[in-house]
């Protein structure tokens, strides 16, 4: 990292890393330019105008936290401390930014909680039940595999740091495998590439296990010496046989087969399973089957072989000592329901929205409904962020946030195995402060801080890791911490599941009494007659969710296959109008073979400005719950796709937007 006059000129990766290196993402490679433009926020600022018009006067800090203080201090008389929702996730936040000082005031306020599920989940709830959250396979023994399965996950766009030790593999024979909608960029350079529906990917992973089981795939003795539940898995998967499963999925006949024989020759062979294929009905029975299958092929204890999902739970916190406040009974509400929640509570409504590290307005599911609780004007809602994003221009005050590069922050990797702590290069634009310093502060003024409290951000560091002084010490000596196996852990030699009795429990009670309808059970696709189009919303490669969405001003295109574009009469460049019962974008068309027939995408993380009408996929996304883990279905939304009549001049924008 260059810095010249308490400016960041520029960002580079960081050799401590064994995985990184020094090789970082274009995202991360802008950020000098993000953190002294033009748009950051400098002052707080107080709403003048109506709600969502953006029309704010600059107030003071001590005016701003006063009248949140104030504002607190009453609803917790009157009607309690549940009318108030603290609504957070993702941003740039760690360890430090999130769960800690925060926590600890509205646990001491008695708010109301949030179910932070609107990402990994499902996929969370399933590593847990079956592996007990045993660490995946380190990125740099992708590079040793014959074979890598990438189901549900475009690197390209997301987790990029795998994507070396697969060339790298490539250029040694290793065969690829892409289970994806969409024809990413690395689905091009697969040697199969199963396009399945959205929703389908629990069906083909079921059948691939009989076929396993059917046809002596199965490693029997690594299940009798490391399993338990595989009558019940078997069960389930006994009904999906090849041909039925490749209806369902929409696959060519012979797609299971081949699947199954090349994962059965290849050794080793390694799974990466992202959050794609989670994002549905049956997203959690999905991500346990497609867990489940290197036990039943027997997979592990070789290098290179096995599953990776989430790696960051290799890292245990003491959070408590950090929050110093017990967790209270209070209800809890899903944040894939805030929509609902704003709009519908009365026993007591949310009176108080406190909104950081997030953007609801543009990311949750129910737009409309989201928006409709954010126009409330009896709800105070106050945003603390770097931007005046969406959200914030519904904010009755909005508190300007320190950013990563300003403020000292602990992270943990969630698939390359590190702990790093960053200090601080340059302090914060103009007046902008830390979470800590915010909540600590509100702490303050409410009388709510106690003798002990860890009270700077280096005291909360030395209590979430109090447990492991060793780590702390490697920590400050060092700026980073590997794992106490380092980098690259054979599975069932070097690290072995976390379930009670130390075994893959293929079939998990508590699964299958928390699924709805049991575990690996398959839900039907949600589409009808009036709306056969499921939409599937990704991320891109140039944000993180909706940050950074900011720097750009051009608008994406709904991606169509032709198949679905000729029947409707449409054409690439048409303005068109995508809709349900919920509400309607309006942008331009992309035609391409790059989907599936059936399948349209238009990608997540947009702000309004990026639309003709300022909404955008979140709107189609329902708030219904995944069967595990209470997730979001937002490729369950499905949709009708128009033209708008009048005057088209085609002309789509040729940037791609890899998504």
């Not at 995985?19 to 274009?26: D, K």
């Not at 010490?473 to 794992?483: F, Y």
């Not at 106490?484 to 379930?499: E, I």
Request: proline share 7%; net charge neutral; charged share 25%.
């Amino acid at each position: 990292m260059e810095v010249e006059d308490g400016r960041v000129i520029a960002v580079e990766g960081d050799d401590r890393n064994p995985v990184t290196a020094n090789f970082i993402c274009a995202k991360v490679r802008g950020l000098p330019e993000v953190l002294r433009g033009a748009q950051r926020l400098a002052r707080p600022l107080r709403r003048r105008g109506p709600k969502g018009a953006g029309e704010f006067e600059p107030i003071s800090w001590d005016e701003a936290l006063d009248a949140i203080a104030e504002r607190l201090n009453a609803l917790r008389r009157n009607p309690g401390g549940e009318s108030i929702l603290p609504l957070s996730y993702g941003g740039s936040n760690g360890l430090l930014s999130q769960d800690t000082t925060d926590a600890r005031l509205f646990r001491r306020i008695g708010a109301s909680r949030l179910a932070r599920t609107v990402c990994a989940a499902p996929t969370g709830a399933a590593a847990a039940a079956l592996y007990g959250k045993m660490p995946g396979v380190g990125y740099e023994d992708y590079a040793e595999a014959s074979l890598i399965v990438v189901w549900g996950l475009n690197p390209h766009a997301s987790g990029i740091h795998i994507l070396p030790f697969i060339r790298r593999a490539r250029r040694n024979g290793a065969t690829l495998i892409v289970v994806d909608p969409r024809r990413t960029r690395l689905a091009e350079q697969a040697d199969l590439h199963l396009a399945v529906r959205p929703g389908t990917d629990l069906v083909l992973a079921l059948a691939v296990i009989r076929r396993l089981l059917e046809t002596g795939g199965a490693d029997e003795a690594f299940l009798e010496r490391h399993c338990r539940g595989l009558d019940g898995l078997r069960r389930r998967a006994q009904e999906w046989t090849a041909e039925r499963a490749e209806a369902v999925a929409g696959l060519e006949p012979g797609s299971v087969a081949k699947f199954t024989e090349l994962y059965r020759a290849g050794s080793p062979a390694v799974i990466r399973c992202g959050w794609g294929l989670e994002r549905n009905r049956n997203g959690g029975a999905a991500a346990a089957a497609v867990a489940a299958l290197p036990a039943v092929a027997g997979k592990f204890g070789v290098r290179g072989g096995g599953v990776t999902l989430s790696n960051s739970s290799v890292w245990t916190v003491d959070a408590g000592a950090a929050i110093a406040e017990p967790e209270p009974r209070t209800r809890i509400i899903n944040m894939n329901r805030v929509g609902r929640a704003l709009t519908e509570l009365t026993d007591p409504p949310i009176s108080l929205l406190f909104v950081y590290n997030n953007n609801p307005a543009m990311t949750l599911p129910r737009q409309d409904l989201v928006l409709a609780g954010l126009r409330r004007d009896d709800l105070f809602t106050v945003v603390f962020d770097a931007f005046l994003t969406d959200t914030a221009r519904f904010g009755d005050i909005v508190l300007p946030a320190a950013m990563f590069l300003e403020r000292l922050e602990l992270a943990r990797g969630y698939g390359a195995y590190s702990l790093q702590e960053g200090a601080p290069p340059v302090v914060p634009f103009g007046e902008s402060r830390t979470n800590h310093e915010v909540f600590a502060s509100l702490c303050r003024r409410l009388g709510l801080e106690r003798p002990g409290d860890p009270a700077t951000e280096e005291e909360v560091v030395n209590a979430l890791l109090r447990e492991r002084p060793d780590r702390l010490r490697k920590l400050v000596s060092d700026g980073v911490v590997l794992p106490d196996f380092g980098t690259r852990p054979v599975q069932f030699v070097d690290v072995f599941p976390g379930t009670p009795d130390g075994r893959v429990d293929l079939f998990p009670e508590v699964l299958e009494r928390e699924s709805p309808r049991g575990l690996y059970v398959y839900a039907d696709d949600p589409a009808t007659g009036r709306y056969p189009l499921a939409l599937i919303s990704p991320g891109l490669a140039r944000q993180v969710s909706s940050t950074l969405g900011h720097l750009h001003r051009d608008r994406p295109a709904l991606t169509m296959h032709p198949g679905d574009a000729r029947p409707r009469g449409l054409r690439d460049g048409d303005r068109v109008r995508i809709f349900n019962e919920q509400g309607e974008v309006r942008c331009r068309l992309r035609v391409t073979e790059s989907i599936r027939p059936g399948v349209v995408l238009f990608p997540k993380g947009l702000w309004s400005h990026h639309t003709e009408n300022g909404a955008t996929a979140t709107l189609f996304a329902p708030d219904t719950l995944t069967d595990l883990g209470g997730g979001a279905c937002f490729n369950d939304a499905r949709v009708e796709v128009e033209a708008i009549p009048g005057r088209s001049d085609r002309s789509v924008s040729s940037t791609r937007f890899e998504s």
